[in-house]
């Protein structure tokens, strides 16, 4: 996915935009450019593949002081990975950039061609500039991007900047775009990504597919937005910007990760607020709405254990059938969508190819799709039927801790919308108790962080590591193993506790840990597994009720409290399992917030 940043305003405008795009290389890309207006007045562009520290170092001899400028970061599709194919494109008074693929770009090149116009690069992207171009003899510039994009095919987001009048201009379809002003700032700006203008904008703006968005410093108002024949148009979103970033604060923490997992109290409390006393209430009365015959759940790494324990609460709740699978499996295999059947997809992003490519799959079969998101206006977002935000902020660590709970609790509030206690005030009050309680309890384990630090240092360089967990906590296993992984780089596994004497067990020995969790559902049988590890000489870490049994087998032991949590108890072992793999990530000296090989939102297939 390419990465969108323009602005203008009063002065800054390329370092404002440097950071936008910087906030985006999570989204992976091969190189990145700006064009900005100069002090002569005059549209100046510079791009170089590679990194954005590569854009840097070439503008580092550059006067960027400027009012407007635009920026982005190229994801190749058309052309090879060259300066001359980087983004933005010009042409005398203008320049663009774009995300998407314009798929009649060879007609629209060889037409273009006929009449003498010419190519600095082999986009797609390109060509819509030049397009722009040719209809310009007969249209002012406003006109001329509307009648060109009505002759575009495809999915596709254009940022213009013209040097004639400091203006941008931006357009999409099906392609993610954000607008936003600052008021006291006097600036506008305008990204394929919200996370992109936290800071820039008190305002955001979500325009609706083929809306001409105009940003000018002329307009007092900054933005102004035209339908397809050029009127005034309302076809937009408009919301505060609530989500809160700056680079450099972790508060007290000494990573992201470790805010993120702090915060999770606060977010359980919020989202329950959200959804029963503010804005969300219309979310969830829309969605209850949904009579599925059969869930199709499908996400990616910690959205897909995410959407096991959601499977759990809408088996278990709303005793409507699941299937699951994972985002990279559902579309090869041929999925059987009936009539009936709603998509259900999971993502913090909402960027994540295959989960996309999942939710194109049950939206070409004319089956709903809802989604569990985080990003409002992201991909997935604006492709389902259905949204419910997760609401967990941004997520800086690539480890994902806090989308995890805000997923399952945000599923959680799917099945009360779907059951048959929906509107209820006595049963909504009971979920609402029991959300408080998750987040009390969370408190706890946080309060408890010295002990699970100590375990952490014993047991961090360790040969490998078993997470098992039965029923509702299996899920949980597969998560707890992934975060170790994904952190600490050792190697985990997370199995049904029942499973191990099928083979794995096999493995056992005095170096190897077994990270025990154990729910009072199901206790006996658990702790019954964790003695045939223990007798095979497996590190035992209990993490569990006040049992003396499991207390006695485990090498190190960690109580919790599960009175009143119910179902919700495997979003509270879990933070267990983060804290765990946070130190022991910590104490093996990884990069947490950003581990080698990862990227926060995966955009390839
Ligand atoms: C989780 O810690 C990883 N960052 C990764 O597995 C992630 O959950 C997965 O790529 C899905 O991302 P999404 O939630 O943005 O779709």
Redesign the pocket.
Known sequence: MCGIVGHLGPSQSVEIVLEGLRRLEYRGYDSAGVTFLNQSGKLETHKKTGKIVNLEKALSSVNTDSMVSIGHTRWATHGGVTDFNSHPHSHEHLSMVHNGIIENADSLRDTLQGKGFSFKSETDSEVFLMLVFSLLEKMPLKEAILKGFSQVEGNSAFVFINEKTREIFAIKRAAPLVCGTHHTKSQAVVSSDPYALIGAADRIYFPGDEVLCHLSPANKDLISFYDSEGNPSENYKSQKQEMEYDPSDKGDFEHYMLKEIYEQPGLVRSLCQFYFDGDGKKFLEKVSSLRPNRFHIS????????GLLVRDFIEGINRIPCVYEL?SEFRYRNPILKEGDVGLF???????A??LASQGECKSSSIQTVSL???EGSS?YRECDYNLLIRAGVEI?????K??TQ?GLTGRLLAHALGEHYGDAHHEKKLIDKFSLLAERIDEVLANVEDIKKIAEEIYNKKGYFFTGRGIYYPIALEGA??LK?IAYVHAEGYAAGELKHGPIALIDEEMVNIAIVGPELKDKTISNIQEIKARKGIIVGIGPNDNSLKKISDYFLELNFEGLDELSPLYVNVVNQLLSYYMAKFKGTDIDKPRN?????TVE
């Not at 996400?299 to 995410?306: E, L, S, V, W």
């Not at 660590?397 to 801790?401: Q, R, Y």
Request: hydrophobic fraction near 45%.
């Open positions: 996400a990616c790494g910690t959205a897909f254990y995410a985002g999971i993502s913090q992003s909402g960027e994540t295959d989960t998101v985080n990003v997935l660590g690539v480890a994902s801790t989308a995890f997923m992934l975060k994904e990862l990227a926060k939102s995966v």
